[in-house]
């Protein structure tokens, strides 16, 4: 028990939101009276009991967090994976101790530093310097502690050179580089990072990643979100999935991306949104060597990704693009027709078919899920996340009768060729 340093047992967060009457419809006087009644009841009561006053004619409550257990212990390096609107930012904002749960609680052994959004705990006015002091002080170090890391924070950092400008002045990047710094080189015994590590540049992610890294490695705990399942991987010993404010999972990293990846792959409702555009795509399909729908294609099949669309103005040009990603969220290969043919298609009829060709499908066997876009010129029309998801299963790619068995399995096959001269 005394290894386990965050425990959350039955938590939930609950929040009211206020919705206004549909101003186009017809009500009566009465009607009006009785919901204005009904408005400065809820405002009266909220204020009676020191809650938050909601804007709005009608009352909505919305769970945020339902019912959520786990366990992190000492050293662990955890990450938190689902939609937008899962709950994970209120999941770390509870246990960051921003906002208090609606039900259940949660034990927390040591102490925290959190990164959560841009600027989180920086005063605008004050130096990078003075800031750095400030967020040190607010995590319980003293002064001498922070003099004793102050350079390699700032090393770190890359600020030297604006260390005594307002941060007010800062750019979004610099801003994460010296609140990440912060955060991970006071020695928290519990490190929590959102997303907001996507603002800075690819050489600092890789850079951060290498640092929480070495925070798990001397038995500090780090709790990590992101949409990037080969950080996750990279960098967590175990996973925790979340949907709709539940845990859908909360095991080992592979497993729970491969849950997360089957889960958000439903074309209907990621698309539902889409179908109000004027131009958008309607569905996508995969067909076999024989021209067959298939969910389930060996390894050096030819294969067709079709896309179907509609589009709202034939005198401009389209193009379409596919991503293919694997299982555990990596993404093996990437074809867009602007690429291939040099320019758009110039259509004749509002509803066709884009069909992307591949004659040999150079993939291992595994999960794939397809994300699917429609652009016009320089302007994306459409964007569906998981179109489509497929299977691929074991193939003679190179026709010799011989098939990978490594441990160590490529993510593509490649076709080639082999010869041999003499020096």
Same mark, same amino acid.
């Given at each position: 028990m005394?290894d386990i340093?965050? !425990?959350?047992e039955?938590?939930?967060k609950?929040?009211t939101?206020g919705h206004?009457?549909d101003?186009r419809?017809y009500?009566a006087?009465r009607d009006?009276?009785a919901q204005?009644?009904?408005?400065?009841?809820?405002k %009266?009561?909220?204020?009676?009991?020191? @809650?938050?006053?909601?804007?709005? $004619?009608?009352?909505?409550?919305?769970?945020?967090?339902?019912?959520?257990?786990?366990e992190v212990?000492?050293?662990?390096?955890?990450?938190?994976?689902?939609r937008?609107g899962a709950?994970?930012?209120t999941?770390l904002?509870?246990?960051?101790?921003? %906002?208090?749960?609606s039900?259940?609680?949660?034990?927390?052994?040591g102490?925290?530093?959190?990164l959560?959004e841009?600027?989180?705990?920086?005063?605008?006015?004050?130096?990078g310097?003075?800031?750095i002091y400030?967020n040190?002080t607010i995590?319980?170090m003293?002064?001498?502690?922070?003099?004793?890391k102050?350079?390699?924070?700032?090393?770190f950092?890359?600020?030297?050179?604006f260390?005594?400008?307002p941060?007010k002045?800062?750019?979004?990047?610099?801003y994460?580089?010296?609140?990440?710094?912060v955060?991970a080189h006071?020695?928290?015994e519990?490190?929590v990072v $959102?997303?907001?590590l996507?603002?800075?540049?690819a050489q600092?992610q @890789?850079?951060?990643?290498?640092k929480?890294?070495?925070?798990?490695?001397?038995?500090r705990?780090v709790?990590f979100v992101?949409?990037?399942?080969?950080?996750i991987?990279?960098?967590?010993?175990?996973?925790?999935?979340?949907e709709?404010?539940?845990?859908i999972?909360?095991?080992d990293?592979?497993?729970?991306?491969?849950?997360y990846m089957?889960?958000s792959?439903?074309f209907? !409702?990621?698309?539902?949104?889409?179908l @109000? !555009?004027?131009?958008h795509i309607?569905?996508?399909?995969?067909?076999?060597h024989?021209?067959?729908y298939a969910?389930?294609v060996?390894s050096?099949?030819?294969?067709?990704f079709?896309?179907?669309?509609?589009?709202?103005?034939?005198s401009?040009?389209?193009?379409?693009?596919?991503?293919?990603y694997n299982g555990?969220g990596?993404?093996v290969?990437?074809?867009?027709?602007?690429?291939? %043919?040099g320019t758009?298609?110039?259509l004749?009829?509002?509803d066709?078919?884009?069909?992307?060709?591949?004659?040999?499908?150079?993939?291992?066997?595994?999960a794939?899920y397809?994300?699917?876009?429609?652009?016009r010129?320089?302007?994306r029309l459409?964007?569906?996340?998981?179109?489509?998801?497929?299977?691929?299963v074991?193939?003679d790619?190179w026709k010799?009768g011989?098939?990978?068995?490594g441990v160590n399995?490529p993510?593509v096959?490649?076709?080639h060729d082999?010869s041999?001269?003499?020096?």
């Amino acid at each position: 028990m005394s290894d386990i340093v965050i !425990k959350a047992e039955n938590l939930g967060k609950m929040y009211t939101i206020g919705h206004q009457a549909d101003a186009r419809r017809y009500v009566a006087l009465r009607d009006v009276m009785a919901q204005k009644a009904r408005t400065l009841w809820h405002k %009266t009561k909220n204020l009676a009991t020191g @809650k938050a006053i909601i804007p709005g $004619d009608t009352m909505e409550d919305i769970w945020a967090l339902k019912d959520v257990g786990f366990e992190v212990r000492r050293g662990e390096a955890v990450g938190i994976i689902g939609r937008n609107g899962a709950g994970k930012s209120t999941l770390l904002k509870i246990l960051s101790r921003i %906002t208090e749960p609606s039900t259940g609680r949660v034990t927390i052994r040591g102490r925290i530093a959190s990164l959560l959004e841009v600027g989180t705990g920086f005063h605008p006015e004050l130096s990078g310097r003075e800031n750095i002091y400030l967020n040190g002080t607010i995590l319980g170090m003293t002064r001498a502690e922070i003099k004793e890391k102050f350079d390699e924070i700032v090393a770190f950092a890359e600020v030297e050179k604006f260390i005594d400008t307002p941060v007010k002045r800062y750019s979004s990047g610099m801003y994460v580089r010296l609140a990440f710094a912060v955060a991970a080189h006071l020695e928290p015994e519990i490190l929590v990072v $959102d997303e907001v590590l996507a603002v800075g540049d690819a050489q600092f992610q @890789k850079k951060c990643l290498g640092k929480m890294n070495e925070v798990a490695q001397v038995g500090r705990t780090v709790l990590f979100v992101s949409h990037n399942m080969a950080a996750i991987q990279a960098l967590c010993t175990k996973c925790i999935t979340l949907e709709a404010g539940r845990v859908i999972a909360d095991s080992d990293v592979l497993s729970a991306i491969r849950m997360y990846m089957h889960r958000s792959g439903d074309f209907t !409702k990621s698309h539902s949104a889409a179908l @109000k !555009k004027n131009s958008h795509i309607t569905k996508m399909i995969l067909t076999d060597h024989r021209g067959d729908y298939a969910e389930s294609v060996q390894s050096g099949d030819r294969v067709c990704f079709h896309v179907m669309c509609h589009v709202d103005d034939l005198s401009v040009g389209y193009h379409v693009a596919v991503d293919v990603y694997n299982g555990s969220g990596n993404r093996v290969f990437y074809c867009n027709s602007l690429m291939v %043919t040099g320019t758009s298609f110039k259509l004749s009829s509002a509803d066709v078919v884009f069909k992307c060709s591949i004659p040999r499908l150079p993939l291992m066997p595994d999960a794939y899920y397809v994300h699917v876009s429609l652009s016009r010129k320089n302007d994306r029309l459409d964007f569906i996340t998981n179109a489509f998801r497929f299977e691929v299963v074991e193939g003679d790619f190179w026709k010799s009768g011989r098939f990978f068995s490594g441990v160590n399995p490529p993510l593509v096959l490649v076709d080639h060729d082999w010869s041999v001269e003499d020096r």
